[in-house]
């Protein structure tokens, strides 16, 4: 919950609405913002590129939250979604000759009637029946992704297809500094959106589901359709960052994004912190980072344990399977809200510092 400093108060619903309600909260975000703006200006070319991998999985992750974190719904899908989105968006601009932005709506637009219709049974259902539902939607899209198209030649199989940059008004995104940039903005526009959806009348809706589904259908409120709105808005958050994800690598096969990736995403909620719109930022910087620390620490892991008679764990994979479980369970026990809960009680330390309550 949100505490104003104090002599801030809510005097309408436009100050009630505000996001950034004091001149220091804009001040941070210029500076923030002004940060991440210059980052490629004086970072090296690998941390650019993990950056960009960020602002792209934050998309999904995002999805993946309006889902979970605020309808209550379990999803083991956005992976799949994801390659769905990619393969659209590449099949039209490749085979078809569209452009970026049309491509892209494309993606959109398929990927939210897949997932629709993969959402009718699963309105239906709960808990573990909802992962299991969603769980086959997975195997059936990336089938169907790696058999259907290349029955019209629209692929090349198992390769997938490649993609050229992408190029619009002249300006054609052919280095990671202008993707970044390019996935930057996007990453912006579906965070804000995905903030105002959380606060409108439909997020709302998404969260009475959330706490207690027959109390909402008992306030009028048609459980089904919200559900199926909500499934419909992770697609759409999916095809925009499968699209992305196809053109930054310029390729786009079933394997770029598997179940794997999925459970980090989920992953990513949990320890950000769900049902928050800040709290996938936090948990996709933190897992995409501390992924990285542990590929590049694997050799040293690996030399170590082998000289102590230890063997199989410690492959990079191995190593990052464990510290990823470790850290879910972590999370799990001692701080469930996830890291976006103890930033708000840092904040509010803060502000009340030298006070404790």
């Not at 719904?73 to 989105?85: D, P, R, S, W």
């Not at 764990?313 to 990823?324: K, R, T």
Request: proline share 3%; hydrophobic share 55%; charged share 10%.
């Amino acid at each position: 919950m949100y505490y104003p400093p104090s002599g801030v108060y809510n005097d309408s619903y436009a100050k009630d609405l505000m996001i950034m309600r004091t001149g220091f909260q804009w001040v941070m975000l210029v500076v923030g913002l002004a940060a991440v703006l210059t980052l490629p200006l004086f970072s090296s070319d690998y941390v650019v590129r993990v950056t960009i991998d960020i602002f792209i999985i934050l998309i999904a992750v995002h999805g993946i939250n309006i889902v979970t974190g605020y309808a209550g719904q379990i999803t083991l899908g956005q992976g799949a979604f994801m390659v769905l989105g990619g393969y659209i968006a590449g099949i039209m601009s490749q085979q078809f000759q569209f452009n970026f932005w049309l491509a892209l709506l494309l993606s959109i637009i398929g990927s939210v009637i897949v997932g629709v219709i993969f959402a009718l049974p699963s309105v239906k259902v709960k808990e573990m029946y909802l992962a299991l539902v969603t769980l086959a939607a997975h195997f059936i899209i990336i089938w169907a992704c790696l058999y259907i198209p290349g029955m019209f030649g629209l692929t090349w199989g198992a390769t997938g297809l490649y993609l050229k940059p992408v190029s619009f008004a002249g300006l054609v995104f052919d280095s990671s500094i202008k993707f970044y940039y390019l996935a930057f903005g996007f990453a912006v526009v579906m965070t804000f959106i995905a903030k105002s959806i959380a606060r409108s009348g439909l997020g709302r809706a998404f969260v009475a589901i959330r706490d207690n589904d027959k109390a909402a259908e008992a306030s009028g409120i048609n459980i089904n359709y919200y559900k199926l709105v909500a499934f419909a808005i992770c697609s759409a958050y999916a095809a925009v960052s499968g699209t992305l994800t196809a053109y930054f690598i310029g390729w786009m096969n079933t394997e770029a994004m598997t179940l794997t990736d999925t459970v980090w995403m989920v992953g990513m909620v949990i320890v950000g912190g769900i049902g928050t719109t800040i709290g996938p930022i936090f948990g996709v910087v933190s897992l995409l980072w501390m992924r990285q620390a542990v590929m590049l620490a694997s050799p040293a892991i690996e030399s170590t344990l082998a000289g102590m008679g230890i063997g199989g764990i410690g492959s990079g994979g191995g190593v990052l399977i464990l510290a990823f479980g470790l850290v879910i369970l972590l999370f799990l026990i001692f701080e469930p809200r996830g890291m976006a809960h103890r930033w708000s009680i840092w904040k509010a330390s803060v502000r009340l510092w030298p006070f404790a309550y």
